[in-house]
Every structure is written in structure tokens, then in C-alpha cells.
């Protein structure tokens, strides 16, 4: 299965907030969203990081209360890894996994085209796995 068809079914659209919106703003769209994470984005196209509940954790537990009115530029993670729409959902598993990542970006023609998560990438193995499961029990039952 490709990226693509994972974000048909889930859809396109991605919540950011522009790199100066304030920590409390970030917090905010979390939780109108019910989502662990946000791009960081001026145009909401481009890609200037992405900041997660656990920036939000490390922010406060470094900074205090005070980390609330500071700009989400300051605790986003600025390096991001993102993929394309053509990759293989087995491939991002991985890349999920090895780098401990839980939210990442989909780049198309340089713009952002949507947002995978791990448990959407969960989701689809086992979408995957029950459509096996059916199979062979139709087969097994057939050919009885």
C-alpha cells in the first residue's frame, strides 16, 4: 500500500499553526483537534517544523509555565522528515519506528499534501492483515 491511498481514506487535511503563534495557541489546536501534533507552517504549505505534545512536555518541564506565551518556534522540532505520496506505507513503518517518530508530514511538489501518523500506519497493517485473514478463510472454505 502507498501513502496515497492511506490519505485517501483518511483524508488531506492538516492542522498547522505559523511559527509565532504562542505555545497556549499550539495547546489550543491540539485539543480542537484531538491531535498529538501540528506543522509548523507561515503559508500552511510550506514546512518550517512540527510541534508535538512532547516538545510541549520538554518546553515545560525545561522553561516552566512561562513556556505558554513563547513562540512554537522555540520548542518545534525545525528538522522535519517527511514523505512523498508514492512511498511505501511498509517503508514509513520503519522509518517511524527507528527514529521514534510519531507524526510525519506528506510532501508533494514540495507543498504539504497531508499527514501520516503511527496509528494510522497501524491501522492500515491491520486493515491489510484482516483482508489476508478473509482470503484464506474463503479459500480454506472452497476448497473443502
Not at 500500500?1 to 497556549?24: H, N, Q, S
Not at 512554537?72 to 527507528?98: F, H, N
Amino acid at each position: 500500500m502507498r501513502i496515497r491511498e492511506l490519505l485517501r481514506g483518511k483524508g488531506t487535511a492538516v492542522a498547522t499553526v505559523p511559527p509565532d503563534a504562542t505555545v497556549r495557541d499550539l495547546l489550543a489546536t491540539l485539543a480542537e483537534h484531538n491531535i498529538g501534533a501540528v506543522v509548523v507552517s507561515a503559508d500552511g504549505a510550506t514546512i518550517a517544523g512540527i510541534a508535538s505534545e512532547r516538545d510541549v512536555v520538554r518546553g515545560l518541564h525545561e522553561h516552566g509555565a512561562g513556556l505558554l506565551g513563547r513562540p512554537v518556534s522555540e520548542i518545534m522540532t525545525a528538522e522535519v522528515r517527511t514523505c512523498d505520496p508514492g512511498a511505501a506505507v511498509d517503508d514509513l513503518r520503519r522509518t517511524m519506528t527507528e527514529h521514534r517518530i510519531r507524526h510525519l508530514p506528506v510532501v508533494e511538489d514540495g507543498r504539504l499534501a497531508g499527514i501520516v501518523s503511527i496509528g494510522d500506519v497501524v491501522k492500515s497493517a491491520i486493515d491489510e492483515l484482516e483482508s489476508e485473514r478473509e482470503y484464506l478463510v474463503g479459500y480454506i472454505q472452497n476448497a473443502q
